[in-house]
């Protein structure tokens, strides 16, 4: 049997470390309460700000609307059936927006 040189085992080992990033994301998540009427109560989520999107399990988007000391109301962009008590939500960091351009110029825009 072939011993193992430390200089081969040394290349292969820079070769395959020479790609990796060390970075870590730390994501705040949440649980939900409860859910009712296209709203859901979600408590973890306390440094989440008024406006904000958040993601739940299975892609749902819902836009935080209502900021309590120990929880927080978010409105649910599409039909609650799949989300459930005890689902993870998840903060998205990004303010609910819409991009504007010169065709908006003079016409009326209903929010909803």
């Known amino acids: 049997m072939a011993g193992v040189k430390a200089a081969e085992v040394s290349a292969i080992l820079k070769k395959q470390l020479s790609g990796f990033e060390a970075k ?31 993601e739940f399990e299975g892609g749902l988007e819902g836009i935080v609307l209502n900021l309590e000391e120990d929880n927080v109301g978010v409105v649910l962009l599409a039909p609650s059936r799949e989300i459930k008590e005890g ?26």
Do not use: M, P
């Not at 994301?25 to 989440?48: C, F, H, K, P, W």
């Open 24 to 54: 870590a994301s730390l994501d705040e998540i949440g649980t939900v309460l409860q859910v009712g009427d296209g709203i859901a109560r979600v408590y973890g989520l306390s440094n989440a700000e008024y406006g904000e999107l958040v």
């Open 87 to 112: 689902a993870i939500v998840k903060r998205t960091q990004r303010i609910a927006s819409i991009k504007v351009g010169e065709g908006i110029v003079g016409r009326v825009v209903n929010t909803l």
